[in-house]
T-cell receptor
Framework: GAVVSQHPSRVICKSGTSVKIECRSL??????MFWYRQFPKQSLMLMAT?????????EQGVEKDKFLINHASLTLSTLTVTSAHPEDSSFYIC??????????FGPGTRLTVL | GQQLNQSPQSMFIQEGEDVSMNCTSS?????WLWYKQEPGEGPVLLIA?????ELTSNGRLTAQFGITRKDSFLNISASIPSDVGIYFC????????????????FGQGTILTVHP
């Protein structure tokens, strides 16, 4: 089946630093990827839609200058959390669309900001 | 915006029991999806429903797409300890031009605990 990977699986960083998370579709091309954020025991919250070759579309309330998204190729989207603060600590999950509507999720990245 | 109400929020059951959870929406969805998420992992697709009234099974799992397109249920029969996890429903609405753009709306999740 389709596989979506994320790297790193977990990262710990100091407050004020920037962190980059990669999302790759391993066996299919994805023109559209999504980035979600999930707090413990809560549902997934969509942050933004990443479109290959164009700017990402951010959901209301998500700061685009803080969460930079780059979808540089059909198999890779990156999320950079800039000037991270402890409140940015969360589980970040990406998903990728294969074909029209098949959506596969990555394993997630646990970000802890000290 | 669209919201999905998923219930129950949590379930504590004995191994071998059947489980039922459901999602309702205030608006119509064209696709209903059920995912399972284990701690520290991303959601894994269990069942996808594409047509109103559709009833689909995947092993011990059965899900139905409500006829009104505003609800769906998931049943798990003869539960086993490895069924533990959080189950999410998700809806996909069709946008202008017949495309969905893939934006899923998720339910709040049902935390399932199975006692051996």
């Amino acid at each position: 089946g389709a596989v979506v990977s994320q790297h790193p699986s977990r990262v710990i960083c100091k407050s004020g630093t920037s962190v980059k998370i990669e999302c790759r579709s391993l066996d299919f091309q994805a023109t559209t990827m999504f980035w979600y954020r999930q707090f413990p025991k809560q549902s997934l919250m969509l942050m933004a839609t990443s479109n290959e070759g164009s700017k990402a579309t951010y959901e209301q309330g998500v700061e685009k200058d803080k969460f930079l998204i780059n979808h540089a190729s059909l198999t890779l989207s990156t999320l950079t959390v800039t000037s991270a603060h402890p409140e940015d600590s969360s589980f970040y999950i990406c998903s990728a669309i294969r074909g029209i509507n098949e959506q596969f999720f990555g394993p997630g990245t646990r970000l802890t900001v000290l | 915006g669209q919201q999905l109400n998923q219930s129950p929020q949590s379930m504590f059951i004995q191994e071998g029991e059947d489980v039922s959870m459901n999602c309702t929406s205030s608006s119509i969805f064209n696709t209903w999806l059920w995912y399972k998420q284990e701690p520290g992992e991303g959601p894994v697709l269990l069942i996808a429903l594409y047509k109103a009234g559709e009833l689909t099974s995947n092993g011990r799992l059965t899900a139905q797409f409500g006829i009104t397109r505003k609800d769906s249920f998931l049943n798990i029969s003869a539960s086993i300890p490895s069924d533990v996890g959080i189950y999410f429903c998700a809806g996909l609405a069709m946008g202008a031009g017949g495309t969905s753009y893939g934006k899923l709306t998720f339910g709040q999740g049902t935390i399932l605990t199975v006692h051996p």
